[in-house]
Every structure is written in C-alpha cells, then in structure tokens.
C-alpha cells in the first residue's frame, strides 16, 4: 500500500478522535437548545468551570483564597488534604446542579416568553459572570488535571499497525478513552430522553409548552433538569479537554468549534452532534492533509466555519434538524 | 362515584352525583378587555358540561381559567368542596383535570403511542434518581402505564396508527390523539375545546360517540365547549350559554334552546 494511504488512514482515525471532543461540547448546545430554546453560550465557560472546580476540589484549595486573604490579610490557599477521583466527581456534579438550579431561578424564570435573541444575551452576561467566578474561586492559574485517565501513544496500535503496514500509528490513549466515554454519555442520554419519564417529559416541554403543562409536566423542573444535564456534559468535556491540554481559558473557546458542528447536524439532534462533530473532525484533518499542502496549509483555523456556512447556504436545518415547514 | 353520592339518575341510566367544580362570580380581564364578566356556574359529578355562545363569546376563556392557564381578577374556583388558590396549570393536570385545545396541542415529533404515555406523567411516581438509573419500581412502573395506554389506544380506535408521528396524522384523527392523551391520565374533569371543530360529519359521529362513551363506561365528569348545536343538545345533560363575556342561559338543552335571550343572541335581534 502506497505510504500516502496509510498516513491518510491515520490522519483519518486522529480526526474521528478530534469530532468525538468537538460532539461532547456540541452535545451540551443540543439539550438546552432543544428543551428551552436557548442558545447557551456559556456551555465552553460551564465546561471550564466544572473542570476548575473538580480540579480545585481534588486538590483541597480553599474557594475564595485570594478574596478571603485580600480581605483579612490571611495567606491560606490549601486545605492540605487531597480529594480522590470519584468524591470529587460526585462533589462537582452537585455544584453543576446547584448552578442548575441558580440560572434558572435567577435568571430564565424571569425570561419566560422572551425573544430567542434576548435569551442569547442572557447567557452571554452568564458567561462572563461564570469566567470571573471561576477565577475568583479558584484562581486564574493555569491547572493540570489528573483523573487517572492515561496519555500519550497506544503502544498496541503502534505495534498492530506496524506489523500490518510496516508504519506505526500514533493514536492517543486519551482520545480513546474520551471516545469510549462519550459513547457511553451518548448512550445514557438517548436511553434516558426515550425511556424514562423525565425524559419524556423533557421531549414534551421541547415540542410544546402548552400542551406539556396541560398534561402535568412543571417548566421550571424541566429546565433545571436541563440545566443539570447540560452541566454534566459540560464536565466530562471540561475533563477532556482538560485533560489534554490544561484547564485553562482557553478552554472556554472550544465553544466556537462546536459552532459548526452544530450548523452541520442540527441544534435539535443529540445523533446530529455526534455525527456532526465527527464529519468536522475527519472533515478537517483530512483537508488540511489532502489540500493544505498546496495552498499553504492551516486550514483547520477555517475549513470547519466554511463547511458550515456551506450548510448555512443549502441546508440550515443541518443534516439531522427538524425540517423547517410553513404550512399556508 | 359512591352509590351514597348519586343524586340523579338521568333518562339513559347515567349516575350524576353532587357538585364538582364551583365557579363562582369569575371576572376576567385582559387589560380593558372584559373576557369574562362576573359569572358563576357548577359542574356535578358525572355530567356532561357544554358552554356554548358565539364567537368571542368567553368560551375558551372560561375553560383557560378552570385548567388555570388563565387566572380571573376576581371570583373563587372552588374544586371538590375546596377553594383553590390560584394554582399553575400543571398543578391543575396533577388534581386530575385534563384538557384538549380548540388548536390542538399534540407534540408533534413524537409517535402518537409516545403523545400518550404523556398523559400518564402525573400518574408516575417513581423520582428522577430512581428513572435515570432504572431502578426498581421505574421499569415495572413503564410496563404498567403502557398497558393502560394501550387501553385507550383500542378505546379510541387508534391502533393502527400508533408507530406514526403525529406530525403526518390529518387533523380529525390528531383530535382524537388529543383525547387519548387526556384520557390516559385517567381524570376526573375532561375539559374539551371544541372536540369537533373543522370535522366532518362522519368524523363528528365518531367524535360524539367516544364522548358519550367515555362519559358512559368510565364515569367521567365533561365539560367541553362546541359551536355545533345539534351536537350540544345532543351530548350534554345541563348547558351554560355565553354571550359577550356574560352568562345569559343555563339549564338543560331544552330549557336554553326556549331561551329568549339564548335566541337573540344567536339569530340577532333587531334594533328599529
């Protein structure tokens, strides 16, 4: 086999490892987008809260320190004990749902029949109301996190493929796992929406509001439940992404690459975002591989936004959205 | 209904027990627009309700308030014996009060079995923890309230229909999905929002039939407003008619349709 197909191949799997991060952000868009109307731009920032808070809780820093200290002229910082993997999980979960609970009744329950567009410049002030939080809470470092998941190169891949093709590809053990793991949140979320009687309800309250109170089901419940969802997912990508590449602002900016995710399968479609994350993924690897070479490369700065004002232009719905019919 | 609670027997051998729901003096304002106007009436046990009355007679307002989409400015709802607060409408749904809309509102992107199994989330007990891990009680629980679903689905006659979005259903046999729905909670007011509007007479019968039988077989008490008068008279044991926002009949078919006011209202007086 020619060497160009092999390293394609692997520039292919690589990319299907980068869609599955950019469906997990998009994931967290879809359910409060579907349920409340909401385009919440605060789901990068909420992933990026989640991940300081687990990393602030395993590693017993005090919240507040600097505003505590700045106040009573104390120097604390540690608590001096360490929180292992799972507590801490559990521990952030509950301040996701808190949050939950909080943007609801400070905020969305005071927004009910309002423009979309006004919604939107809800979550933008919860956004930075959320980065300044986290900074103020835990502080504006730069964190690693640790939650035992490996890194770095899968050696059996490495091996396999080189026995195959005589070429050892470089897959990451975290995009593996992160793989795994978003399959399993995909799964537990599509089985919870279609079987379960929240999740039925939480259909309801996003086909019709009416009809959803007529048959008993309370807003406020739904959309913190939402809320919480969104918050949990917002934590395992905060994880991810954190994981790999330090918990950190920047985080919060993985936000604008679900963007086009989103353009491409839907705002409506939890399968659209996965496929979606998965088409931009490929999408982008490969063209940087196939064309950059010949208009000077970093293409992935721009390929996926193209993409999506592709499908902006011929499709808006997205590939898995609700089609959109005016019946005269 | 206790044997000990019949007050009445009608002609058909139905059993209609004592008062049900009470509105007493509602008033409703939509800012300078009276809706509804001090007005006061009953529901018993076991009857069939119609409020009728011309367009923008109040009718649906009225209907609004009784499920608590609406709330009246002034006057008391009073529901089995007690005055009720003024309550959202899913509290309304959880006393056991369903409803259909003259508009229908049916979630469209579900299967009509899914549209129904609605109906049954204030009958489910077990909490969010205990569903989101399908725990216990959550799974026997589903199996049960398919089963019931079921039920009404061959009620309704509806079977062969259940796999299907609703979204592609034409509009007479949405109708009936809506009903379904509202029966699957299993309540004790079904309130119904012009059941047979923009049906044909075919579909009208149809309609009819599963409103009397309902009524017939499960006991529930009904109160549905119509526009078609044949139909009223037909269905309903006791009628309230409405007119610009105020009561101006209540009685059974007969005595309303010897109503003067009733008369004028809907074949116009003139004014020379």
Partial sequence: MPEQVIFGMEVFLNGLMAGVLYALVALGF??????????????????????????????????????????????IHHFGWHVNTLFGLILTMLIMLLLAVLVQKVI???????????????????????????????????????????????????ETTYNIFDYGFFIDNLDIYATVIAFILVLALIGFSQYTKQGRAMRAVADDHQAALSVGVSLNFIWIMVWTLAGFVALVAGIVWGTKSGVQFSLSLIALKALPVLMLGGFTSIPGAIVGGLIIGVGEKMFEFLVG?????????????????????????GLFGEKIIERV | MLDSQVTQTTADGRKIGGVMMEMKNITLRFGGVVAIKDISFDILEGEIRAIIGPNGAG?????????????????????????????????????GIARTFQNIALFEGM???????????????????????WWGAAEREELENREICEKVIDFLEIQSIRKTPVARLPYGLKKRVELARALASEP???????????????????????????????????ALIEHDMGVVMDLSDRVVVMDYGRKIGDGTPDEVRNNQAVIDAYLGVSHD
């Fill in chain 1, 30 to 75: 879809v359910l409060i987008y579907k349920a409340s109307g909401i385009f919440n731009y605060a789901q990068g920032v909420m992933a990026l809260f989640a991940a300081m808070t687990l990393v602030g809780i395993m590693e017993g820093r005090v919240p507040f320190a600097h505003l505590i200290n700045a106040i009573l002229g104390t120097k």
């Fill in chain 1, 108 to 158: 969305f329950k005071h927004l009910v029949n309002q423009e979309g567009i006004i919604l939107f410049m809800a979550t933008i002030g919860l956004a930075y109301f959320m980065e300044g939080m986290g900074d103020l809470m835990w502080g504006g470092d730069i964190k690693t996190l640790d939650v035992g998941i490996p890194q770095g190169i899968n050696l059996w891949i490495d």
């Fill in chain 1, 293 to 317: 070479p010949l208009i000077g490369g970093a293409t992935e700065n721009w390929f996926a936004y193209v993409l999506a004002l592709l499908f902006l232009v011929f499709r808006p719905q």
């Fill in chain 2, 59 to 95: 009718k649906s307002s009225m209907l609004n308030v009784i499920s608590g989409f609406y709330h009246p400015q002034d006057g008391e709802v009073w529901f089995h014996g007690k005055k009720r607060p003024a309550v959202k409408p899913y509290e309304v749904a959880r006393q």
């Fill in chain 2, 111 to 133: 299967t009509v079995l899914d549209n129904v199994m609605t109906g049954r989330l204030t009958q489910m007990k077990s909490g969010v923890f205990q569903q989101a891990l």
């Fill in chain 2, 188 to 222: 004790k007011l079904l309130l119904l929002d012009e059941p047979m509007a923009g049906m044909n007479v075919e579909e009208k019968e149809d309609m009819s039939r599963f409103i009397l039988d309902v009524n017939d077989e499960f006991g529930t008490t009904i």
